[in-house]
Structure formats: structure tokens, C-alpha cells
């Protein structure tokens, strides 16, 4: 599927891998980019992309991506600049890390970790990314019905590509039981929106990035990096934002690409 000339929505725009993300996009010609994220620094990478590419194909969005509202007026200004978005990669994402149940020996009670954060965290990193997609496929399916279209046929070539942002958590990985379930529950609904989606010519996928130079993983501390992570990936040190970037581009535009896509530079949860 080309890339040039599609209309794209980011979230996570703002930083790491949405941001390398939003500028490979950028530089590969969509016609229009909605780059979404609570911070307002996304205003600046839209005159960026805005001064560097032709068409002012760049359009910043402040807002939280698990807000209904939000969210469909976002879509609503794409579609009336641009027309129907047919790329998303909906990689606004949060940790909140904290062991399960956590001991406390001078007391004797155990602690569990609360339910409002794994709320949180499901929201974010699972329920808004699954609606941002519906939302697409539901443009596509509108705009096909406008064009006395039903069904997608091969002959029309690929309408859009959605590509869910999992991690290498997804297999399970100490202090992460909400991000953990969040993201193996993108799995289940990348399988089963790669087999709906393609009735309106959306094909949908997922990446599981392994440890990527972003503040969400410097936040962890040099330390624990250089403990945990660089030793047991193959490469010796952080996967970069635009190494990411590459492999969703890949996955977008090459339509024999299905399922899943590990970009982890070999490391795993430890046992
Ligand atoms: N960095 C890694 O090693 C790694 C590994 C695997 C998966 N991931 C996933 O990749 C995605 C991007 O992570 P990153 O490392 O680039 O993180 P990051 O913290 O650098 O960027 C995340 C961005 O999302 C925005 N955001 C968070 N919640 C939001 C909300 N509710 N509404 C709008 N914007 C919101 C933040 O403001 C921030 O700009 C996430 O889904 C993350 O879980 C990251």
C-alpha cells in the first residue's frame, strides 16, 4: 500500500516512538497527518513537519486519546481537510509499574495493586487504541458507502492499515500486570479486526517493540538499563524511536505482512 497521498492519524505524537513515527510518515508524502497527544509540544513537531513538507500536511491535536469526544471530532477534522484516514498507529501508551501483590513483613498485609491504575492503564493503552480503530474502519466504511461501494475487492487496492503498538511485556514481565494484559489484549483484537477490517480494505497488525530509547524507558533509570535490558539484547543497547518507525512503516505498506512483528533486538522476559 502506498503511503503517498493517504491521510494518517498518530497519538502519541509528541514523543518517542509516536514522534519518529509521525515524521517517517511525513517524509514518505501523506497528504495529511493528525499527530495527537496531551502534551502541547505537538503543536511545534506539526511546524516542523508543516516547513519541511509541501502542503501543510501536519495538524496538531491536544487532547486525551480515551475521550469518545475527543477522539471522534479529531476524526471528524481529518476526514473534512483531507478526507477519510486510512493509516492509524495509535501508540499514546502509559505504564503505572508496580509488583501484583507486594508484601508488607513488618505488618503482615498484603497490598494489591489498585485497581484504578490498572483502569488507567487498560484505558490507555488498550481501550482507546482499539476505538481509535473502529473509528477508522468506520470512515472507510462510510466513505465506500458514498462511493456505492460494499464490500472491498483486491482490485481496488489497499484502503488503509492500522498498526497497534504491543511490547515485549505482552509475554509477561514482573511489575507490569496492567500494561502486560493491555497489551496481550491488542493481540486478540488485532486478530480479530484483521479478519473484519479487510471487508472495507483496512488490513491491521502488531508490533512489539523491545526496550526503546524514549523518556517512558530513561525513566527507569540508567541503571536498571544497563542491568536488565542492554546485556540481553543482541544489539547491546536500546532499539532507536526511528528503528520502530521503519518496521510500522514496513508493516503499512506491505500488504503480505500479517499478524504480529517482534522489533525486540532479541531480548525477552526473564523467567
Ligand atoms: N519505549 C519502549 O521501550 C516501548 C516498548 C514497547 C512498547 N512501547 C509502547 O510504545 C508506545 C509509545 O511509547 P514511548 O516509549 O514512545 O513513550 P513516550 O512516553 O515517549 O510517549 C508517549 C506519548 O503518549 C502521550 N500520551 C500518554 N497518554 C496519553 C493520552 N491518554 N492521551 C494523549 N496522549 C497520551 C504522552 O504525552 C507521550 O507524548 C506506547 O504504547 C508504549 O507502551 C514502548
Known amino acids: 500500500m502506498l503511503i503517498e497521498g493517504k491521510v494518517a492519524i498518530v497519538t502519541g505524537a509528541a514523543s518517542g516512538i509516536g514522534r519518529a513515527t509521525a515524521e517517517m510518515l511525513a517524509q514518505k508524502g501523506v497528504k495529511g497527518i493528525g499527530l495527537v497527544d496531551m502534551s502541547e509540544s505537538v503543536e511545534e ?51 503505572r509499574d508496580a509488583i501484583a501483590v507486594k508484601m508488607n513483613r513488618e505488618s503482615g498485609e498484603a497490598s494489591i495493586y489498585p485497581e484504578e491504575k490498572f483502569r488507567l492503564v487498560t484505558e490507555v493503552n488498550l481501550v482507546a487504541p482499539i476505538y481509535w480503530s473502529l473509528e477508522l474502519v468506520a470512515q472507510q466504511a462510510e466513505e465506500r458507502a458514498e462511493r456505492g461501494l460494499n464490500k472491498w475487492d483486491p482490485e481496488e487496492g489497499m484502503q488503509g492499515a492500522v498498526v497497534f503498538i504491543g511490547s515485549v511485556a505482552s509475554q509477561g514481565n514482573k511489575g507490569q500486570v496492567a500494561y502486560a494484559s493491555a497489551k496481550a489484549g491488542l493481540e486478540g483484537a488485532t486478530a480479530t479486526l484483521s479478519k473484519e477490517a479487510i471487508f472495507h480494505g483496512v488490513r491491521c497488525g502488531i508490533i512489539h517493540p523491545g526496550f526503546t530509547d524514549t523518556p517512558m524507558v530513561r525513566a527507569m533509570g540508567e541503571e536498571k538499563v544497563k542491568e536488565y535490558i ?35 533486538a532479541g531480548w525477552h522476559p526473564h523467567p
Open 230 to 264: 542492554l546485556p540481553y539484547t543482541e544489539i547491546q543497547r536500546l532499539v532507536r524511536p526511528d528503528e520502530i518507525a521503519d518496521a510500522i512503516c514496513f508493516m503499512i505498506s506491505n500488504s503480505a505482512v500479517s499478524g504480529a512483528l517482534w522489533a525486540d
Open 45 to 95: 513537531l506539526a511546524r516542523e513537519i508543516n516547513e519541511a513538507n509541501p502542503g501543510n500536511p501536519a495538524r496538531a491535536f491536544i487532547g486525551d486519546t480515551t475521550s469518545s469526544e475527543f477522539r471522534k471530532s479529531v476524526f471528524n477534522s481529518m476526514r473534512d481537510s483531507f478526507g477519510a484516514v486510512g493509516i492509524l498507529v495509535p501508540a499514546a501508551g502509559i505504564t
